[in-house]
Structures are given as C-alpha cells and as structure tokens.
C-alpha cells in the first residue's frame, strides 16, 4: 500500500496477531527511526521552554542526584528486561508496556491540559446535574402544583436516570469508543436539559429530566477512562485527582447561578395562564452551558488511541499519537523532536469482523437489529466478565467501597440541608403568637398576618382585604358576614371553624384548606387558579449558602489528596480519608446549631474528597482498557443507587432522631476504609 507516514509501512503477516508499522519487529514491539535514545520528560516545569538541552545545567549534576532523563532510561530498560523475562507475557500485557513507553515519548504538555479543561467541563456539567433539581424544587413546586411524594420523586429521578445512563454509556465507550458515546451522551443531556426548562406539566418534567440524567450519567465513567488514557503512569494519579475538582467547580457554578437567578422573579415571561416561564427554568437553561461547551469541546479531540490498538484501529492510533507527541513539543520550543514510533503492536479482535460481516446483508433496520443486538451480547459479556476469576475478588471490594461512600456521602448531602431547615422551622415556630377568644368585629384587616394562632375567636361583618396569610391557623373560631379578597396564603388553614355568610372573592383560600368547617351561606367567587410562587420563602438565600460552603469546603481535600496522590498512594488515601469521614460524622452527635452542622458539613465535604479522588483513580487502574469504562460504569450505576437509598433513608429521620443517620453513615465509612486497605497498591502500575 501506499506510505502516509514517512517510511512507515503497515503490513500485516498472516500468522502475525499484531498490525505492524515499519520493520524491526525484533525490537520487543516498538521501534525507532535512526538511532533509538530516550525521550526528554514532558518536563512538569515549562521553565525550560525555547532552550536547548545542551545549554542547559542540571541543577543536581554537582549533588549525584540522576537526571530524570536518566531515571526514565533506566525505568523502561527495567521493564524491557522484565518483558524479555515474562516469555508467557500476554498480547496485552506487551501492548501495555509498550503503550507506557510511547506515552513517555509524547510528554505532557499542552494537548492533555486542552482535554483537561474540555473532560473537566463534562465532569463539572455532572456536578451541576446533582444540585439542579434541589435548587428548583421549591419554586417548581408552587408553578406545578407539586405533593410531597411528587416533589420526592423529582429528586430521585435524577440519579435514577443516571444509574442507568452510567451502565449504559460506560458499556458502550468500551465498544464504541470514549470520545463517540462522550458525545452522544452529553448531546442528550443537552436537548432533554433544555426540553424540561419548557415543560409546564409535572409528567412532562419528569420524562425530560431522566432522560437528561441518562445523558449525563455517561460522563463520569468516560471522562475518567478517556483521560487516563493519554497519562503516562507517573501523572496519572496527580492529574486525574486535579479533574476531579471541576465536579467541586460544578457545585459552585450551580450554587452562584441558582442564587443570581431564581429568586429573580422577572427573570421570565409567561403566555396567558397556560405558559409561564419563571426565574428558575432560565436557571435550568444555564445549568445546561457546562455540558455545551464540553460537547464543542470535543469535536475537535482525538479518539483514545489505546481504544484503537485495542480494536486493531492502527492507522488512527499511530496517527494520534504522532499529533499529540509534535502538539507537546512544538509548545515546549522543541518542534525538532520527532515522533521516533515506526511500529505498534496491537491485538487483533473478531468482534467487530463478526458486526462488519452482518452489515453487508438485509434490509437497513435488520442491520440495524443485528448490530444492537450484537453491541448488547458484547455489552452483557463484558459485564460478566468483571465477575471472572482474574478480577471477582478486585469488583467485590470496590463496589463495597462505592456503596459504603456514597451511601454516606449523599446521604449526608440530603440530612445537613433539612436538618438546617428543620431547625429553622423550630426556631420558626417558637416565635408563633397564640390569640385566645379575641373578639373582632366591623374591622379592616390591611396588613399581613404571620405565624399566629387564633383560637375560640369570633369575627363579625370584618374585612380581609389584598393581604398575606403565611403559617396562620384558626382553631373553633366562628367567621360571620366577613369578606375575604385577593389573599394569598401560605400554609394557612381553618379548622373546626364556623363560617356563616362569608363571601371569599379572587383568594387561594380553597376548601380544602377548611378541615372539619361548617360552611353555611358560604360563597367562592374567582378564586386563583393553579399555584403561586412565594419568591420571598421558598428562595431562602441560606439554601445556596449551605452548598456553596460545602462546595468550596472540597478544595483543600482536592488540593492535598492530587499532590499526595502519588506519594501517599491511592489505597492509603482511600482508607485514611474513609477513617477520618467517620469520626466527622460521630462528633455531629454534638451539633445542635445550625452553624455546627455547617461547619462539620464542611469538614466532611473536605475529607471524603480525598477518598472519592482515591477510589476513581484505582477503578481506572485496576481494570484493562476493554473493561475500564465498563467495569467504572457498572460501579457508578451502584453509586447513583446507594445515593437514592442514602438520600431516602435519612430525610425520613429528619426531625425524628439523628442517632440511626449518624450510625449508619459512620458504620459504612468505617467498613468502606477497612475494605479499601485490602487493595493492591496500583501507583507503579501500568495501565493495563
């Protein structure tokens, strides 16, 4: 065939498993063009950008302190030696090794830190997705007439499309690719994101955020395995802990936007009765930027090139490689550095041949039928596979460990807001002002009435005239030729009462809102239809305070856990942090302010970090490249499940005792960190 690559010529022997490029196949895999040296480090410092190595002085020459060039030579002459060693090393075994040396070679420079910001923004668009519902819910509430159970299924619906949006898109990244189901993940994330902002109905609503939540569940498990594949072994624990910090970024962008935005009532526009477009839909809109700008983003990134040796894709991962290796160098002043690769080996696979051979028969929805059946077998088989006797005992402990971390972790998330509302609502209703048989008669009622209790009272031929009615009750009290217009209520009632020749014009005062009343000559004219929003209430400014503190309360743990990351290493910094979250949730037995329950929200959002950063990179290094987004999927899905069951089990406590959610999350961290410390250390490990 005709050469594209500069001497390099791709033959593929009938015997040989492996697409090769270039001649030397006795060179243990991986060949040079000219003389083969070692590669300069990407360098982590660009201090040295535009010189050349000979004008340079190695700071530790004259203190016997090997240069780092030096250290690389004698790490990859240690592994060829290893290999040569092995004779029974596998395929992939040999492709990891030499995939490990290639990225060496390509440095990390400016290409990585480009996927950097554009994966960041699709995991900072997850960290959006987690807060949308809970910042809108209370507006969303009154503009859809919403019950309590419908408002519990708004917030769970989310994280039940991403459980499956997870299983889903990690399954298929291994078969079709990261960057591919990247795309089409978060573009359904998109259109169903902007779809809900519009929905007036609560059916509708529902649909559309699941299905914006099956978007965006894809994004974590891709973003991670996209990533460490274009991380040489040495960067790979410290940079995949610093991308965890756009889902810190993600909070605070939700948190700042929702308290700019929602409590904004003219932030909208409505259409008659039928159509009303509120602050808090223009807030969904924007929550949906995040996930745009990585969506454009990563047209113009390259497909994983381990992805394509996997699947015996050689001319494209050669050529990737190539682009990010001259992209690296060419910032760094060094564009005379050239790509030395002149062969890769590579697995060959038959289960594309066996989709490819279906293709090119029957009609176009039988073809379609036979590849997603097919995708779907390959899919269930992968899954299987995580349950084979090479890593059972390696999926066991980690889904134990994502269980026990995100049962506590969203659980808590959920307990500290409502338990910081409830006591509100205590401190609230110790200020209620009880009136006993007050006698009222002939009277203009022209101011609001706020948390009061009026029992036994009589009320004749009085006036309720444009007023606010906010957490009023009246107890066997009688209301006889009053009149009642244009009030607007909140959680205001009358039980027991007598109302006689009552007229209630243009008022939310529904009948239900009269428990056991006899109404006798009683008459409802215009009353409001639908619900009503009550900016000033529902919009407490201290909802997006609590989670802007816990946001930001995760950058130090952020910050510690990706510089330690590689010295520490990932088990100890998971079972540490799991330990230490532990003892955070026994000391909240002695909380009893809102401000206490802050603080150790805070000191708790800041400690799990560090194991959470942990347990994403070890899921990335325990399992090989045509099960990683698979095996990271499934383990995410189980995550999004233990989050709906935290989440449900301890606001049902809220109010009752805080004794069995501080127990249960302690006792899971606890087995959680003890689990974790079973683990092999994957810090010197080649990516697989």
């Not at 130090?556 to 510089?563: E, Q």
Request: proline residues 3%; aromatic residues 14%.
């Amino acid at each position: 065939m005709a050469d594209p690559y500069q001497n390099n010529v791709y033959h593929q022997g009938g015997g040989d498993p492996y697409g090769t490029y270039g001649e030397g196949g006795d060179q243990g895999g991986y060949g040079y063009q000219g003389e083969s040296y070692p590669q300069e480090e990407d360098a982590a410092s660009d201090a040295t950008e535009g010189h050349d190595d000979e004008d340079q002085m190695y700071e530790g020459e004259y203190q016997g302190i090997p240069h780092p060039d030096e250290v690389k030579a004698a790490q990859r002459a240690a592994r060829a030696k290893a290999r040569q060693a092995q004779a029974g090393a596998t395929e992939l075994e040999e492709l990891a090794e030499q995939y490990e040396d290639i990225m060496e070679d390509c440095g990390h420079g400016r290409f990585q830190w480009t996927l950097f910001i554009v994966l960041g923004l699709a995991l900072m668009a997850d960290g959006v997705e987690c807060f949308v519902v809970g910042f809108v819910l209370p507006s969303a509430e009154k503009d859809m007439c919403l019950s309590n159970g419908e408002k519990g299924m708004l917030g769970l619906i989310v994280f039940l499309g991403m459980m499956v949006g997870a299983f889903i898109w990690g399954g298929m990244a291994d078969k079709l690719g990261r960057r591919k189901c990247l795309i089409w993940a978060l573009t359904v994330n998109c259109v169903f994101a902007f779809l809900s902002s519009f929905a007036q109905g609560y059916g509708f609503f529902l649909f559309f955020r699941l299905f914006s939540g099956i978007g965006i569940g894809g994004s974590v498990p891709i973003v991670y395995s996209y990533f460490s594949e274009f991380l040489q072994m040495d960067k790979r624990g410290e940079h995949l802990s610093w991308l965890c910090m756009f889902w810190m970024v993600g909070g605070i962008y939700a948190s700042f936007t929702a308290w700019g935005i929602i409590p904004r009532y003219g932030w909208g526009f409505s259409m008659g009765t039928e159509f009303q477009f509120h602050g808090w839909r223009v807030f969904v809109l924007v929550c949906a930027l995040p996930a745009i700008t990585s969506l454009v983003g990563l047209m113009f990134m390259p497909e994983s090139p381990r992805f394509l040796l996997e699947n015996a894709k050689h001319d494209e991962a050669w050529m990737i490689l190539k682009n990010v290796h001259d992209t690296n160098w060419r910032a760094k002043g060094q564009p005379e550095k050239v790509f030395q690769v002149t062969h890769i080996k590579a697995p060959k696979t038959n289960e594309d041949e066996f989709i490819e051979i279906q293709s090119a028969t029957g009609t176009a929805i039988q073809r379609w039928a036979v590849r997603t059946l097919t995708l779907c077998k390959l899919m269930l088989r992968n899954v299987a596979s995580l349950l084979g006797p090479e890593l059972r005992l390696s999926t066991l402990f980690m889904a134990i460990i994502w269980f026990t971390m995100a049962f506590s972790y969203y659980g808590l998330g959920v307990w500290f807001p409502d338990m910081i509302k409830y006591l509100q609502q205590e401190e609230y209703e110790s200020k209620v002002k009880v009136f006993h048989r007050e006698r009222v008669e002939r009277f203009h009622f022209n101011f609001s009435l706020e948390n009061q209790i009026h029992r036994e009272g009589e009320y004749i031929n009085d006036k309720f005239i444009n007023i606010e009615m906010k957490s009023v009750k009246f107890e066997d009290s009688l209301f006889e030729d009053c009149y009642f217009e244009d009030i607007k209520s909140t959680e205001t009632m009358f039980e027991n009462c007598t109302i006689r020749s009552t007229v209630f014009y243009n008022t939310d005062l529904y009948e239900e809102k009269f428990i056991d009343c006899k109404l006798e000559n009683t008459t409802f004219l215009h009353n409001k239809r639908g619900c009503h929003l009550d900016i000033d209430e529902e919009n407490d400014v201290l909802i997006y305070l609590v989670s802007f503190l816990g946001s930001l309360a995760v950058l130090p743990g952020n910050i510690i856990s990706a510089l330690f990351m590689e010295k520490i290493g990932r088990v100890k910094i998971i079972g540490l942090s799991m330990l230490i979250s532990a003892g955070c949730t026994f000391f909240l037995f002695l909380s009893f302010s809102q401000a206490a329950i802050i603080a150790w929200q805070c000191l708790f959002c800041g400690v799990s970090v560090a194991a959470w950063n942990g347990i994403e990179v070890i899921t990335v290094e325990l399992y090989p490249a045509s099960k990683r987004a698979t095996a990271f999927g499934v383990l995410n899905a189980l995550c999004k499940l233990a989050a709906i069951l935290g989440s449900s089990i301890f606001a049902s406590f809220v109010g009752v005792t805080k004794v069995v959610p501080i127990l249960l999350s302690c006792a899971a961290l606890v087995c959680g960190g003890l689990v974790a410390l079973k683990l092999p250390e994957t810090r010197e490990k080649i990516l697989q």
